[in-house]
């Protein structure tokens, strides 16, 4: 038990490098990692699909080239799960809907397809909100997915197999697609590092694709692919693999000009002494939690005290983005597809799905959306020439019960349920890397997030920062408490 807990604990980039010199094997690390799910699952609904079987059989082909002299790839042996948005070839893919309880994908998306090729071992389909319509973890046909540091709150979504799994070591990587925030904000919620790459970076083919209700769209212009992870190091490692160009997305950039793994190094050897930080605590309009508020300004004077970053309070500039954000979500799915699904499965579908798609959305809408997102890059870009780093709280609030959407009175304020998104969608509208780091913990011991932003095509920097941050004030040491409980 004790080496399987160790085994657990172990960062992926550990891992590999355990593997490769044999000192552990495929097997006993996929086999200690299964134990963990089977013990930590029933309570905290993290899968959707345990592909148990398949995992051991990829162990043991990892395991077997290790002993025929072979060189393993990049993720030799180490377990990663999936968000259940991605294709998995031969895996049922549900995309948290009833609608698709049983489909099954005959391809691989581009990012499963190359952490295969890296020789991971693949565990299955991390659980999500309905077509990762949401910050949360519930949906139709499974479970909610709990939050391990309080099991009646949310981990955050949607992404939230993913940060519940990550967080207890149920996994040491997850992969998840942020739309809107969906990488970031369980990250946020749960403990863990989460960094969506600049646009295009990591390619997102096929996203939803279904001849049956083409309206489950993937939100093209909108959704990157990214980690989450107990560490910088493996959220660069993870990128390293998965990122590349690939003519199945035509968004997709060529190969990077930087070493991922490097930007780390140089972030924890170098520091950031000198650098330009601009922190944003509201957007000039947002609603925040105070605690919140609080953590993120203690977080914010680590860069200024600990990595001698000269920081300086400021504000982009834009008017608030959230009615424009909604429109483009609608200029980016086929309201036809997903309402004959509405029209077939009705009571089976999520309300606030139903509700999007019953609105009456005007060209108008659409059009002025366009224009508003013009607005808040060009805004963005012009912020950004002034400094190297921008820093902001990654959510509004901490994580909050299961079964809603988010609160719906924040410092005070009326604001809609998911307003609590202010400061993760608008860097989908712009494309921009961006990052979430544990900037502290609430007084009740629940984690908040530190959004890290870098300008357009500057991963580097992000990851740079992050790991000077984490160097500064390291957090992958710190567990959910249920984990002492349960003796894991």
Known sequence: MALANEICRMDAVTLAEEIRRKALSPVEVTEAVLARIDRLDPILHAFATLTADAARSDAKRAEQKLMEGEELGPLGGVPVSMKDLFFVKGTRTTFGSYAYKDFVPDEDDV??????????????????????????????????????????????????????????????????????????????????????????????????????????????????????????????????????????????????????????????????????????????????????????????????????????????????PYGPFWAILCGE???????????????????????????????????????????????????????????????AVPPFPIHMQGPDKIEGRWVDPVYWLSFTFPLNMTGQPAASVPAGWTDDGLPIGLQIVCSHLDDPMVLRAAAAYEEAAPWADRWPPMLEELGL
Not at 258 to 267: A, E, I, K, R, T
């Open 111 to 320: 990012a499963v397809e190359r952490i295969r090729e890296a020789d991971a071992v693949v565990l299955g389909q991390t659980n999500v909100p309905e077509f990762g319509f949401s910050g949360c973890g519930h949906n139709p046909i499974f479970e909610t997915t709990l939050s391990p540091w309080n099991t009646a709150l949310t981990p955050g979504g949607s992404s939230a197999g993913s940060g519940a799994a990550v967080s207890t070591g149920m996994g040491p990587v997850s992969i998840g697609t942020d739309g809107g925030g969906s990488v970031r904000i369980p990250a946020a919620h749960s403990g863990l590092f989460g960094m969506k790459a600049s646009f295009g970076r990591v390619p997102t083919y096929p996203g939803f694709r279904d001849e049956r209700y083409p309206g489950a769209s993937g939100w093209e212009s909108l959704v990157h692919i990214g980690p989450i992870t107990r560490t910088v190091a493996d959220a660069a490692l993870m990128l390293s693999v998965m990122a590349g160009p690939d003519d199945r997305d035509r968004h997709s950039l060529p190969k990077a000009d930087f070493d991922w793994l490097g930007c780390v190094v140089q972030g924890k050897e170098e520091g950031l002494d000198g650098l330009r930080v601009g922190y944003s605590e509201d957007w000039g309009y947002a609603a925040v939690d105070p605690q919140v508020r609080a953590a993120v300004r203690s977080a914010v004077r680590v860069f200024e005290r600990d990595l001698g970053c000269v920081v300086e309070e400021a504000d982009p500039g834009w008017e608030d």
């Open 333 to 395: 799915t086929d309201l036809r597809g997903l309402r004959a699904m509405i029209a077939e499965h009705g009571e089976r579908v999520s309300r606030h799905i139903v509700n999007f798609a019953a609105r009456e959305w005007a060209a108008e809408d659409i059009t002025d959306a366009s224009i508003a997102r013009k607005a808040v890059y060009n805004k963005m870009w012009k912020f950004m020439r002034r400094y190297d780093i921008l820093l902001t709280p990654t959510l």
